[in-house]
């Protein structure tokens, strides 16, 4: 069985039940996100587009929220792709990692605010415009960021920054996995 290294630690990559997802897909989709929040965490917006997203994608579909009148973030139950995910890039990175599940309907538009945190968002399913804007201070080196994100590719939203996501044209799934890392 391959892994993942990271800060130290070794990571047992996610086995999904009947698909037989493979190591290698999971190892490589995982070590691209843990690439993108090692370089860019405390730096400003990014985006990622991790290797073999689309081999991933299947398995990290959300377990519900896919009717148009389901708009809260919930979390993603254990035992699900996005749980596993989660827990192996909170294992990888050193600290607690959070998956959340929505269904974002065509032609809404939905404000992030700052949560708090850093948040990595992404659309499991479909596509949307992604805005990112940092928090006004002079002294913070990051602007803001305006992009198109579709099915597998990530944006890493720093703690100080909101995002609003808009311009889906058809119901987009959505995954936001939020990091807790200690200053």
Do not use: K
Request: proline share 8%.
């Amino acid at each position: 069985m391959s892994s993942v290294a990271g800060g130290g630690h070794e990571v047992r990559p996610f086995e999904s039940e009947g698909q037989g997802l493979s190591d290698i897909n999971w190892d490589l989709f995982l070590r691209d996100m843990a690439l993108c929040l090692s370089t860019y965490q405390d730096r400003g917006p990014a985006v990622v587009w991790p290797e073999r997203a689309h081999s991933v994608l299947p398995d990290l579909y959300a377990t519900y929220g896919r009717e148009p009148a389901d708009r809260e973030w919930r979390p993603a139950p254990p035992g699900t792709g996005a749980h596993q995910l989660a827990a192996d890039l909170a294992h990888v990175m050193g600290y607690p990692v959070e998956a959340y599940e929505r269904l974002l309907p065509a032609g809404a538009v939905l404000p992030l605010g700052r949560v708090g945190a850093d948040v990595l968002l992404f659309p499991l399913r479909g596509g949307v415009r992604c805005r990112v804007e940092n928090d006004g201070r002079a002294d913070h080196h990051s602007g803001g960021v305006e992009l198109r994100l579709r099915a597998g590719e990530m944006c890493y939203v720093p703690a100080r920054h909101s995002c609003t996501l808009s311009e889906a044209v058809a119901p987009c799934e959505l995954l936001l996995l939020v990091l807790h890392a200690t200053p």
